[in-house]
């Protein structure tokens, strides 16, 4: 609960730094601001205040999991007090949804008109997926490893300085290297997004959505309103932002033969350049838009359905079928490990695909054992089991979770829709709530379930799952 | 070749039985069936007796794995001639889609109107299905399982008699006790049917469609057009028919307790009980249909899809989207593991459910060894691993497919439901292919690439793609 209270105290620092737009602007979301960052950091005052006796260090494997579970939810029930007291129409269920959705960097809104919006709270919005992003980063590559979730070890064995038995130094250390790097991120595309037009506010907004695969845009049309060449700038940071961060290091200094050496990575390129040149193709063929803006909305829609951030560049649904549909399969490749992106991840696939493979020699071969290999190294049995296990309850979740909507009379492709956008963090899904539309109509309960599943899908499943465990819970 | 030189015979044997049909009721199908059965004997006999030579004794592996998928392709062009021969306005494409359709126990059809077909024809395409259903249950319960393939050796481990490193008194001891329940239920539904007011011929059509778990018809309403009678004597051997076979054994002797020890049995019994329920508050709820009919048509199309026979005895996609949703999700059940059913399989399922929530267990206790147990005895971890294996596979191909049949601008309900009901062996899907539909107005190459995919899913996968890998081919 200590360490409940010193979070509670950054979201309201955070608050506070929202409301310098909101003067600046003079908007009706500065009183709400306001009033948001006092409950927050008295909430947060009074956690630490009374929990202070309790050390930090003895954070057992079970706290850790219960805190990382309680804090998302924690913050968008604080993160949401700003919509709440400033939006007239907003019920409490659509504000928590919004800022889940911040929260987890998904970007599904149900707002259909956020170019009304007090810009001081728009700000506020994307600052959600930002912080959100901040903590997926750290949580991704410093504390489930350590916990040892679905195979996430594997993925930062090349973390340099990692020590594998001092949790403390290890976290604070990689936590500082990387934070560098997702500010350094942000700034960079803030830079290059003024330079092409765009004021400082729609600057910050559009690059806190982008480095942390967010979505959430500051006007009607998301990025449709846009330039071609602010449109090329967030490809290449939502591309950026789609790989691990440990990689970002490398290019920092120069290694590219490393970066090349990562066989996540090259499959990442890979799954982009494909999808990118076969969606090209057929926007030619379709021959309503010429070849460069055939080009840009492929490469776009590629990467931002891919990195889970659903920026929408075209309505995508107006494709012919099986062009949407392979974004709608890139929806559940995801972004790489390690990065702000969500979804079952582009390593997963990679290891599944050669382990498919593998499985054909071993049948031939049957005595003889055969790993999978992963940038030159034999992966363990146990953590393909691992992988294999997210892999089929991820499936599992999507297959109930469209049941469970198409049981509120909404028909099947917009059910997988919302539910495939959700747990993989994108947005936009498909149907009802695909590229152009929003979650606004939806009942309350399935507004419910779907921040769930948001939460599920943003923390690997097991470290949510767990806590519904009866031997988790025993001593 | 000296084996499919023999299996030719055994099909142009099949093929003469179907001729006092067509003598009896003096229909065109009668040149055909005789021609067909003079090249089909011709063939098999040419086969024999340049190889005769060749020892039957030492068929390795490789030449089994050759032969099983060779012999239902072999088959299939072979049977698709009374077809050709007989209707005027059919496709050779059109004639190998069926038949193999048919020998796949897969009972999709590209004919609109059957019941204009000539009676001895309909019982040829009967038969395919009665022919499949007799070699995949060799093929499952005592082929597949010395070939290790997807984990099939845990599921006839209770086969009695069975002796592990004897290969041709195995196969042929347990061929025998199969085939005598397979030709007793046969019988005995053909008996029933009868006494429901049905000819012979239907009869006898229907039952072998049921044994087989196969689904074609001879009416061109299907089981709608017969009455509430005939549809529950139809459920009754459904069921039985997507039950392991090796369980028959027990019924006969009476061992009731030893069937209900059984988990993979009590699980399918427990899919089918909930759906059922499920499904029967729904159409009562709906309004339309009284207790009863909502009853009959829940538990035959429940029966009807998991067993993956796709006899339709109402048109399921006009019900509600939850409810044809769920039987769109029990497609990917599919039958018992040695049953004449089709699909990922009832065990398959029951293990990864177990294996997912055991995963949550070891995230608790990392150090523990935690074994999936199925009837009271751990699942070595291989097992599993083939089997999420095949789960992975199945999965990919079915994305793959219904990617492949939007690029034929089919829509995405129908490309889904064609690819699940093929390589799941089903027959009717959903969309353009559902209940009440044919195949008959898809693209010629998409009805071979699902003619592919029913080969795929009735061999179990591996069987097949082995076939494609590289180092199966090397010494």
Redesign the interface.
């Given at each position: 609960m200590n360490v409940t209270g010193l979070l509670l105290l950054i979201e309201a620092a955070a608050i506070v730094s929202c409301i310098p737009f909101s003067i600046f602007y003079s908007d009706e979301a500065l009183v709400p601001l306001i009033i948001t960052a006092l409950v927050t950091s008295s909430a947060g005052f009074l956690l630490w205040f009374f929990n202070r006796g309790s050390a930090r260090d003895t954070l057992g494997k079970r706290e850790g999991y219960v805190i990382v579970s309680a804090s998302w939810v924690i913050f968008s029930f604080f993160g949401a007090l700003p919509f709440y007291l400033s939006l007239e129409s907003i019920s409490f269920t659509d504000a928590f949804f919004e800022t889940m959705s911040g929260f987890t960097t998904t970007g599904a809104t149900i707002l259909g008109d956020v170019a009304s919006l007090p810009l001081g709270l728009l700000y506020w919005r994307a600052f959600t997926h930002w912080l959100g992003g901040m903590g997926i980063i750290v949580l991704s590559l410093a504390i489930l490893p350590l916990?040892?979730?679905g195979g996430m070890q594997l993925f930062v064995a090349e973390v340099p300085g990692v020590t594998k038995d001092k949790l403390h130094p290890r976290i604070k250390e990689t936590a500082k290297r990387l934070w560098g790097l997702y500010i350094l991120l942000t700034v960079v595309q803030t830079a290059f997004l003024m330079a092409g037009g765009m004021n400082l506010h729609e600057s910050l907004c559009h690059a806190y959505a982008t480095t942390a695969t967010g979505g959430f845009s500051t006007r009607n049309g998301g990025m449709m309103e846009f330039s071609p060449y602010i449109q090329y700038v967030t490809v290449v940071f939502m591309f950026l932002a789609g790989a691990n961060f440990t990689l970002h290091y490398y290019l920092l200094k120069g290694k590219l033969k490393t970066i090349w050496s990562n066989d996540e990575f090259r499959f990442y390129l890979f799954l982009v350049l494909t999808a990118t040149t076969f969606i090209t193709i057929g926007l030619i063929n379709k021959g309503e838009l010429g070849i460069e803006p055939s080009f840009r909305h492929a490469v776009f829609q590629v990467v931002s359905i891919m990195t889970t951030t659903g920026f929408v560049s075209d309505d995508y649904l107006l494709w012919?079928?099986?062009l949407w549909?392979?974004l709608f399969?890139l929806m559940f490749v995801g972004g790489s490990a390690g990065s702000t992106g969500g979804g079952i991840k582009v390593v997963r696939h990679l290891l599944?695909?050669r382990?498919?493979?593998l499985?054909?020699?071993r049948?031939?071969?049957?005595m003889a054992v055969i790993p999978v290999r992963l940038n030159r190294k034999a992966v363990s049995?146990t953590v393909?089991?691992?992988v294999?296990?997210f892999?089929?309850?991820y499936?599992?979740t999507v297959?109930t979770g469209?049941?469970i909507l198409?049981?509120f009379?909404?028909?099947?492709?917009t059910?997988i829709g919302a539910v495939a956008a959700s747990i993989g963090n994108i947005g936009p899904g498909i149907g009802m709530v695909g590229s152009i539309y929003n979650y606004g109509f939806l009942p309350d309960v399935v507004k419910w379930i779907l921040s769930f599943l948001m939460l599920l899908g943003r923390l690997e499943l097991?470290t949510v799952?767990?806590l519904f465990?009866p031997?988790?819970w025993k001593n």
């Open positions: 916990l040892g979730i012919p079928g099986s549909f392979i399969m599944l695909l382990n498919s493979r499985e054909l020699r049948l031939v071969h049957p049995e393909i089991y691992k294999t296990a892999f089929l309850i499936a599992f297959v469209t049941f198409t049981l009379g909404i028909d099947f492709q059910s097991f799952l767990i465990s031997s988790f």
